[in-house]
């Protein structure tokens, strides 16, 4: 692929706008947005953001090269398919372990849900990357701006700027998916459906 500046910028949104670092940033935003975390110490939601950063994104992460060495200690040679479907195992068995700790916090109730949405979407993307390879980033993504969505609908939280904050990170995350060819319309298009979709509906029937 030729090297570009919208190559390199893609490159970086990529990274910086992961799957698993959605719920870390939900955690930062829900944090300092929602009024019921207005009057904890800075000290209990430090500690609490650290922690859903340790199991949700520096664990999974470890994973790949953890994955990396196996393979060439076992004289593996996985394809991109292989790899992505383990990974998406693991990832989401380390999200369900993360949220079976977490939940114990019962103050961040609203924020474990998004964890668990988050592990639900997981299973979701690893069943239908078995089939057909869908936008991880997408769904991701779409469960973002789906999460904002129902803070206004559900919750009568007018923060306009972060919806549209998130829409425009959804815009940049498929953009940059297409630069870098990494997916096609058709798969960028479908992770953002599924994300926006299940997020919204698990938001309604958890209100309803």
């Known amino acids: 692929m030729h090297f570009s500046f919208s190559s390199l910028l893609s490159w970086i949104i990529s990274i910086v706008f992961h799957p698993i670092a959605y719920v870390s940033l939900a955690t930062l935003l829900l944090l300092n947005v929602l009024p019921e975390f207005a009057y904890l110490h800075d000290e209990v939601k430090n500690m609490y953001l650290y922690r859903v950063f340790l199991l949700t994104y520096v664990f999974p992460i470890g994973a790949i090269p953890l994955y990396m060495l196996l393979s060439r200690l076992f004289r593996l040679n996985p394809d991109p398919y292989h790899t992505r479907i383990f990974l998406l195992i693991l990832t989401t068995f380390m999200y369900v372990f993360a949220y079976n700790v977490l939940k114990q916090y019962m103050v961040f109730t609203y924020i474990n849900v998004f964890l668990l949405l988050s592990t639900i979407l997981l299973f979701i993307s690893l069943i239908i990357t078995y ?32 919806i549209i904050a998130s829409a425009l990170i959804c815009g940049f995350v498929g953009f940059a998916r297409l630069k870098l060819q990494a997916h096609n319309q058709s798969q960028v298009y479908a992770g953002f459906s599924v994300g926006l979709s299940v997020s919204v509906l698990f938001y309604f029937f958890l209100f309803l």
Do not use: E
Request: hydrophobic share 60%; proline share 0%.
């Open 131 to 162: 089939f057909w390879r869908i936008s991880l980033h997408m769904i991701g993504a779409g469960a973002f701006f789906g999460l904002f969505l129902t803070l206004l609908f559900f919750r009568d939280v007018y923060f306009i700027s972060y």
